[in-house]
């Protein structure tokens, strides 16, 4: 029995020896593998936390941020009313009523346009926040733009109501620059607030080039305005900022900082370096599929799709990886969102095109950016139809969809139907556009 009861204690030192020394190893080779992916970053020059983006000052002079955040209070109350009273999914949905009461709040409200007019003065935003909190410390002045856009729209619509074709449709630029301004924000949010207000405004141009009279001048402008959208560039920027924001969100978590870090961390920890292994692990994985996603930003729509379908399998039948699997599924969806604002960007720009040449408006045709072919342009008893396929790759005949659908549920991505009537147009009248 004493035999048995030795051999069994010799066994368990054995085994306990053996896990020990494997937890050291798997934690070692883990950290390694980390610290190595962390040094590509740097190499790079690119920020490896995201508190490395706060800069050390702001730069006032030209700076949108400033009065962006002094007309907050203004904005966020005119958002309110906005919202409250004017609900719809089109302009063209407003009653009569609805849009009196709007071309007075809109006169009524002639400070708050002088204040964004300050902002649109700015050539660039540079925001004056703590980037060591986290994502939410960019969320504050990133809703004051929405609340911008808000107002801008209703500017918009309350000029095509009063037939003042030309500034409705500069109106729709102002926005537009709206969105640029946050082209360089280095969060995914902020990015995907900068495409939905540009689809907003382009939906709006849209809107007023179908309603109401408007220059050759001002489809220009609005032309040269959609070719300053670079969403590729901005996806670059806001993908390595995400990158840096989960490498921040794993420190986080290992020095137990936040309700993040709480929830997941294991209740009672062996002290064998298996937990520390697990999340070197998991920030590992997370590190190389945020590379391989930023390295494909230049690849075509088809190629990132089946990246994606490779990274979403990947992380389904793989063990652990937590993190990684709770941050990149919303990662990926974001280069559609980009490649159907471009879709709407080049549709409209065919459209304006069109207004001016008439029929010719099949010459040079822009490349579909989701299947590399040109934009398919038909004509309707309605009018003409300039789409994309979208994100199904198939050609639905122009199937734009309804209002109150989005990107993912939309057959095609474009506009039309252009009425005959208002093609072509080579001159304005100056009394129907003021």
């Not at 294991?266 to 298996?274: D, E, H, N, V």
């Amino acid at each position: 029995m004493k035999k048995i009861l030795k051999l069994l204690m010799v066994l368990f030192f054995l085994a306990l020896s053996a896990i020990l020394l494997t937890g050291f190893f798997i934690a070692r080779s883990s950290r390694s593998k980390v610290a190595e992916l962390r040094q590509e970053i740097q190499t790079q020059g690119d920020p490896l936390y995201f508190s490395d983006l706060t800069p050390e000052s702001v730069n006032v002079k030209g700076n949108a941020f400033i009065p962006l955040m002094e007309a907050e209070e203004e904005l966020s109350e005119f958002r309110f009313y906005y919202r409250d009273n004017f609900d719809f999914d089109t302009p063209n949905e407003l009653s009569a009523e609805q849009l009196k009461a709007l071309v007075k709040k809109v006169e009524e409200s002639a400070e708050l346009y002088r204040q964004i007019d300050e902002i649109l003065a700015c050539t660039e935003l540079e925001a004056e926040i703590d980037y060591s909190a986290g994502l939410d410390a960019s969320l504050e002045y990133v809703s004051v733009l929405r609340a911008a856009n808000d107002a801008i729209q209703a500017r918009t619509i309350s000029y095509v109501s009063q037939n003042r074709g030309d500034e409705a449709l500069r109106s729709c630029l102002d926005g537009m620059r709206i969105s640029r301004l946050l082209k360089d924000d280095h969060n995914l949010v902020g990015l995907l607030i900068s495409v939905a207000i540009q689809q907003t405004m382009s939906d709006d141009a849209f809107y007023v080039l179908t309603t109401c009279p408007t220059s050759p001048e001002a489809r220009d402008e609005l032309v040269q305005e959609l070719s300053l959208a670079d969403f590729k560039k901005s996806l670059l920027v806001a993908f390595k900022g995400e990158r840096s924001l989960g490498v921040q969100t794993f420190r986080d978590l290992r020095e137990g900082k936040g309700q993040f870090a709480n929830d997941i961390k294991p209740r009672f920890q062996t002290g064998l370096g298996f937990w520390g292994a697990y999340v070197n692990n998991d920030e590992a994985t997370y590190i190389q599929l945020m590379n391989r996603i930023i390295a494909s930003v230049d690849q075509s729509h088809v190629k990132r799709k089946q990246l994606a379908e490779e990274i979403t399998a990947k992380l389904d039948g793989g063990f652990g990886q937590i993190v990684t699997k709770l941050i990149l599924p919303s990662v990926l969806s974001v280069s559609e969102s980009v490649d159907a604002v471009d879709a709407k960007i080049r549709s409209l720009q065919v459209i304006c095109r069109s207004l001016t040449e008439g029929e010719d408006i099949l010459k040079d045709l822009p490349n579909d950016p989701f299947n590399d072919q040109t934009l398919t342009a038909t004509k309707t008893p309605a009018g003409w139809i300039v789409y994309s396929v979208g994100l199904n790759l198939q050609d639905d005949g122009g199937d734009l969809g309804t209002p109150d659908q989005n990107v993912r549920e939309i057959p095609d991505i474009g506009y039309g139907p252009l009425p005959s009537t208002l093609s072509p147009v080579t001159s304005a009248d100056p009394e129907a556009t003021n």
